[in-house]
């Protein structure tokens, strides 16, 4: 991949995740109930990790391990960090 397109995939990936994070901290003051609010939160923050590890960390030509890896660790969390506030 030559610079310049580089350089756009990178500054594409940084506009998405300023962009989530302005979502996170609207449904972080703005959520009607509980489980809503933790279940935005958390799937915005499943996607900005993909957005981490296929943007940033260029894994999107890794094998399916790796990937499967790299991705499934972050939805355990969420599914950890749900269970933990929601019991």
Request: proline share 1%.
């Amino acid at each position: 991949m030559n610079r310049l397109k580089h350089e756009a995939v990178l500054l594409g990936c940084w506009l998405v995740l300023m962009l989530l994070t302005l979502g996170t901290v609207y449904w972080g003051s703005h959520a009607g109930s509980l489980l809503l609010q933790v279940a935005v939160i958390l799937v915005i923050a499943v996607i900005k990790a993909g957005v981490i590890i296929d943007g940033f960390m260029e894994l999107w030509h890794a094998s399916g391990t790796w990937r499967l890896l790299m991705y499934g660790w972050p939805v355990v969390m969420a599914l950890v960090i749900a269970t933990t506030l929601l019991l």
